[in-house]
């Protein structure tokens, strides 16, 4: 009788030992960058977060260019790469290794965003019409993933400003903020994947210049505020380079 009682006592702690070290398992999230050193022709999901977080880094001068986010480690990941070490004084191997994963990790906050940006500055019309990512032309988990890439090229453009702060004027916009802005009826805010932006002590035509390489592909410059989007690489109904015609 005891011994069977021992038995099921501990058959009992051993399931709650169990449960306890399942939910204490990381999540696989799409966030992880994991910890193998990554380098060109190597592939999974980890290249894939490494895409998205060097994305700003597309370019060395004004090129309609962007990073693939595909899983694939090519050339174009690999020039980034490099870009983003030199740009924060790392050894530009385009080999991430144990530093350069680092200083990417540490510019992501434990939320998912990055580490100058917040959700909320980017919710519909700043939170005047809606305090989440609901009511666009995606789903909010969609906006979400598309509002934290546009993130990263934004931390890129930051930093390429002298770590000038950026201001969001509009970022995702759900349709009832859409229409009080008077926005495009298929405007790239009602997805996520564009912002109006303000760079402190840069003009708009400095700010443009910026965005050029920094893989944006929708790129509007206004008196007060440049537009910047990356409808290229979305299927939205507008995968064609929109920038804007003077050079200057
Ligand atoms: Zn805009």
Redesign the pocket.
Known sequence: MIKRLTVLVLLTLGLVLALLLVQHIPSAAAYDLGTRTLQRGMKGDDVKELQIRVAGWAADSAQQTYVVVDGDFGPGTEAAVKRFQRAYGLTADGVVGSQTRQLLNSLEDSDGSTAHFAWSEFYGCQGKYGTDFSGGKVSSSAVKENVRRLMWKLEALRKKAGNSPVNIN?GFRNTTCNTSVGGASNSM?LYGV?A?IRVSGKTPYQVQALAKTCGFSGI?RYTTFV?VDSRMEYPYGSQFWWWPSTTQ
């Open positions: 509009s805010h564009a109006d509007g537009h």
